[in-house]
């Protein structure tokens, strides 16, 4: 099943746009897309027992890897590129949630920003040349239809 079909039958509403491929918040920013939503910035993380992480942060801001700690209770480190493909079916530079649904082994624990409430937001749709806009309780709603688990989390920074 492609994601645009999970969309539909999770009757998921989005609005996309193509551009150009960004690999970075920055780049993205630079392309001042007309597409409404909170940018944000994915991190795929892993600690020394090969737990993974998904952090989702609104995209100019700083994960506080002290509070991450607390939450997962393990010094956290970027994943491989390697792992990044094999898990998650992406590349470098288009970290998404909506590479969850390649996840089928259920590996990956997301940590959302909790400014990431009640707002629109924007992702890649596994890709790096269109953005989606959809609401941060559909975006739970499929990281749910994954089956994946996902916290909450302050991070004050």
Request: hydrophobic letters at 35%; charged letters at 30%; aromatic letters at 8%.
């Amino acid at each position: 099943m492609t994601l645009y079909e999970i969309l539909k039958k999770l009757e998921i509403p989005y609005e996309e746009l193509s551009h150009k491929r960004a690999f970075t918040v920055k780049e993205i920013k630079s392309l001042h897309l007309d597409i409404k939503g909170q940018g944000c910035k994915n991190l795929f993380l892993k600690d020394k027992k090969n737990s993974y992480y998904l952090v989702i942060l609104p995209e100019d801001k700083k994960a506080d890897f002290k509070k991450l700690k607390t939450l997962t209770t393990k010094n956290l480190f970027f994943a491989s590129p390697e792992e990044l493909k094999s898990i998650l079916n992406l590349e470098q530079g288009n970290v998404t949630p909506m590479g969850l649904m390649f996840d089928k082994n259920k590996k990956v624990v997301v940590l959302l920003d909790e400014e990431l409430k009640g707002q629109t937001v924007l992702v890649h749709p596994n890709v790096n040349n269109k953005t989606i806009s959809l609401s941060t309780d559909d975006l739970i709603r499929f990281i749910e239809y994954t089956n994946h688990t996902y916290l909450w989390m302050k991070n004050d920074i």
